[in-house]
């Protein structure tokens, strides 16, 4: 039995990181004895070829909401030349009807336990739902070498340069990877998926994350990680071992995470720092209160502010996200907001639409008011405002807000000509030191610009 996983590309959205759910799957099939292979759209993986030469018996394609469209369009394909089709990933476990549409058999929720299920019982049309396995040490590591290891430790880098994630140049000109040591989050914002899912939080132990950091090193030469949990640091015995042992062993990696403004304090940012931690990403979402309340955010704006200064002073680099059209959201919050930003001074920030994503509370609330037929390439947080269902903001003034605050940019990163001119230096340097890996790159990007994309109705 052959089975390939398929990760679709999405037009408009940069995704120069590993599909790890797929590396989980593919994983866990293999230990259990089964021939799976990964084919990649974002790395550059030409989906028809590549079936037409693994010939597999089953596929199973992961989605985000804003990738869907594309999804669809290889999961018609897949089932007009008889293959098994299997969709899973957060978008279809949130509309198993729509996703069915296109797919024989949908997974909702997690994934390796289930399409072992299907394999080993041919399962062959309906909705599929395992329990969430509890302890998640006992599910193998990612396939890294399935996942085009080789492609994803540039793209991270290429990433960072050409859109300017300056904080990112923690991983500059290295081979980076991602890795994920835990499962949910302790918190429910109305945005996320974890508003709603009844999933817990569950953590790889101290020793199963150092292993895999280890390996990385060892077998694919990597020298820095983007930790991708929601919450790295929500568990602090964890972490301190974790650290402990990255600073004894003198592992020399460089690392980022993401966090809550919550488990931030001077120790914790100085032993993360002591441990390779160079930027620590936080989800601000907003500079006023009210709104943080709004989206159910358990963090004041006051916490915000101390958690960065807190990482600033251990010389940890901060990267902040925030949001723009929440609902009730008034000129004054947006104005609270960039006020925030520019008090605050994040290495990095992004600005997002706030989005009603599928499976989220938001979405319970406004759904209704989003026009129909939906755009789902439009739900990507950052790139559309044509999702926007429920701020007092018209488009046009929400498009017009959104550009302002994006514009604070310049104030925040470029404080002297000296830090433009290390920008810059700092990517051309990387260009010319990785001449084929940044020809593929831009091979890449002009192909999935101007590659016609058969339209797909849903
Ligand atoms: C880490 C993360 C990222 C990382 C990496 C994502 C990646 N690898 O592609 C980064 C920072 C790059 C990122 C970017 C974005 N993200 Co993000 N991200 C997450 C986060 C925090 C965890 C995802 C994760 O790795 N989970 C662990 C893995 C193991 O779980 P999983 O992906 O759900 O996969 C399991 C199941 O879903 C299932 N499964 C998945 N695929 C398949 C396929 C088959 C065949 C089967 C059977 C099962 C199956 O099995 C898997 C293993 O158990 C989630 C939040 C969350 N609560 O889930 C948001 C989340 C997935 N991201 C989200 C969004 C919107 C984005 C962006 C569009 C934001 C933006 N504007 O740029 C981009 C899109 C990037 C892209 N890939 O195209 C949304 C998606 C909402 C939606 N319905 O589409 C989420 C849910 C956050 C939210 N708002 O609630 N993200
Ligand atoms: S803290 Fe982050 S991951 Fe947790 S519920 Fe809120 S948005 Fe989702």
């Given amino acids: 039995m052959k089975i390939a996983l398929i990760n679709p590309s999405a037009k408009r959205v940069n995704a ?31 989906i028809n070829r590549q079936i037409n030469a693994y010939k597999p018996d089953i596929v199973g394609i992961t989605s985000m909401a804003h990738m869907v469209i594309e999804a669809y369009r290889i999961a018609d394909i897949c ?9 899973g990933g957060v978008h279809p476990s949130a509309m198993p009807q729509e996703a069915l549409e296109h797919a024989d058999v949908v997974v909702v929720g997690e994934g390796e336990k289930a399409m072992l299920d299907i394999v080993k019982n ?6 599929v739902s395992r329990p969430y396995t509890e302890n998640i040490d006992e599910l193998p590591m990612p396939h ?36 994920l040591t ?36 060892t077998d694919y030469g990597i020298e820095a990680i983007v930790f991708l949990d929601e919450n790295l640091l929500v568990n602090k015995p964890r972490l301190e071992k974790i650290c402990r042992a990255m600073t004894d062993e003198k592992l020399n990696i460089l690392w980022c995470c993401g966090a809550s403004a919550h488990f931030i304090d001077r120790r914790t940012a100085t032993m993360i720092k002591e441990a390779g931690c160079r930027l620590v990403a936080f989800g601000i979402e907003s500079g006023s209160q009210r709104i943080l309340d709004v989206l159910g955010k358990t963090t004041t704006v006051e916490q915000n502010k101390e958690a960065i200064r807190v990482c600033k002073e251990a010389g940890l680099l901060v990267h902040a ?43 319970e609330l406004y759904n209704e008011k989003i026009p129909r037929p939906i755009n789902w390439r439009g739900f990507n947080s950052s790139k ?64 999935r610009n101007i590659g016609k994309k058969q339209p797909c109705k849903t």
């Fill in 16 to 46: 120069g990181v590993e599909p790890l759910s797929l590396g989980y799957i593919a994983g866990y099939l293999e230990q259990n004895g089964i021939d799976v292979r990964i084919i990649d759209q974002v790395a550059g993986d030409d």
């Fill in 79 to 87: 089932r007009r030349k008889g293959i098994l089709t299997v969709m």
């Fill in 122 to 127: 041919r399962t062959t049309s309906g909705i």
């Fill in 144 to 179: 890294w070498r399935l996942m085009k290891q080789d492609f994803y430790a540039h793209a991270h880098q290429l990433k960072q340069h050409i859109f300017g994630s300056l904080g990112h140049k923690v991983a500059f000109s290295m081979r980076s990877a991602s890795v």
């Fill in 182 to 217: 835990s499962r949910g989050c302790p918190f429910r914002c109305i945005f996320c998926l974890n508003s709603l899912r009844q999933s817990p939080v569950r953590f790889h132990s101290a020793e199963r994350v150092l292993d895999e950091v280890r390996r990385l090193k």
């Fill in 321 to 363: 996200s925030f949001m723009l059209g929440n609902p009730g959201e008034t000129l004054e919050d947006v104005r609270l907001t960039q006020k925030f930003i520019l008090e605050t001074q994040p290495e990095v920030f992004y600005v997002n639409i706030t989005t009603p994503y599928p499976g989220t509370k938001l979405w």
């Fill in 384 to 447: 559309s405002l044509d999702v926007y269902a429920y701020t007092p903001f018209g488009k046009a003034e929400l498009g017009k807000l959104f550009i302002e605050t994006v514009l604070i940019r310049p104030a925040v990163y470029y404080k002297d000509w000296r830090s433009v001119l290390r920008y810059f230096k700092g990517g051309v340097r990387w260009f010319l030191w990785h001449p084929f890996t940044a020809a593929k790159f831009i091979l890449y990007v002009i192909r």
